[in-house]
Nanobody, 120 residues
Framework: QVRLVESGGGLVQAGGSLTLSCVAE????????MGWYRQAPGRQRELVAD???????NYIDSVRGRFTISTDNAKLTIALQMNSLKPEDTAGFYC??????????????WGHGAQVTVAS
């Protein structure tokens, strides 16, 4: 079974920082095109940041300069460093992307997410 497990969420004051981590678990050969998504109550899930190829990162305008995405392909982990957090960043955060199992087709499972709450 292949899955993504997020951690590192929590409650933080506006202006504070959090680092989210995501690990791909299972019999996995590799990961690619990984990203972090968020979903606030009553809103659609949106892509916040992704790595489309080594060294190429993309961010939505509202988080550029505050968030940093990184991956460690050897450890099958994806991180999201979040600085200068704002109340509007409050959401459930999820990682997703391409997972190459050692057997079978490429998968893109969703994990349970990590809740980030930013108090004003």
């Amino acid at each position: 079974q292949v899955r993504l497990v997020e951690s590192g969420g929590g409650l933080v004051q506006a202006g504070g920082s959090l680092t989210l981590s995501c690990v791909a678990e299972g019999d996995i050969f590799g990961i690619f095109k990984m990203g972090w998504y968020r979903q606030a109550p009553g809103r659609q899930r949106e892509l916040v940041a992704d790595i489309t190829r080594p060294g190429t990162t993309n961010y939505i305008d509202s988080v550029r300069g505050r968030f940093t995405i990184s991956t460690d392909n050897a450890k099958l982990t994806i991180a999201l460093q979040m600085n200068s957090l704002k109340p509007e960043d409050t959401a459930g955060f999820y990682c997703n992307g391409g997972i190459l199992p050692r057997r079978g087709p490429t998968l893109s499972p969703w994990g349970h997410g990590a809740q980030v709450t930013v108090a004003s």
